[in-house]
């Protein structure tokens, strides 16, 4: 399995931008579709974004579109997601995942970061 650690969560205002970071351990980092989820209080766990191994293929849930982007860096270990216009409903923390198909991990992944929280005021 791979190893995962986030960060770049925080405190921001509502239309503010946050970048985070997801760092992946192993050598087995490219093999490996990868996903940012978020959990609110009192809410269930949903998948924001995915992406495939190479980076060619991602996929949005519908209350992000057009303001988040999820990338990698394959080169690095390391996946990102740009949010830019954040607005309250955006807070949650923020678990970045691993698995080993870009279909499967919409229903769940077999590794998973520590998350980090965000928090948008408005």
């Known amino acids: 399995q791979v190893q995962l650690v986030e960060s770049g969560g925080g405190l921001v205002q509502a239309g503010g931008s946050l970048r985070l970071s997801c760092a992946a351990s192993g050598r087995t980092f490219t093999t490996y579709a990868m996903g940012w989820f978020r959990q609110a209080p009192g809410k269930e766990r949903e998948l924001v974004a995915r992406i495939n191994w190479s980076g060619s293929s991602t996929s949005y849930a519908d209350s992000v579109k057009g303001r988040f982007t999820i990338s990698r860096d394959n080169a690095k270990n390391t996946m990102y997601l740009q949010m830019n216009s954040l607005k309250p409903e955006d807070t949650a923390v923020y678990y970045c995942?691993?698995?080993?198909?870009?279909?499967?991990?919409?229903?769940?992944?077999?590794?998973w970061g520590q998350g980090t929280q965000v928090t948008v005021t408005a």
């Open positions: 995942a691993a698995e080993r198909s870009f279909s499967t991990i919409v229903t769940g992944a077999r590794s």
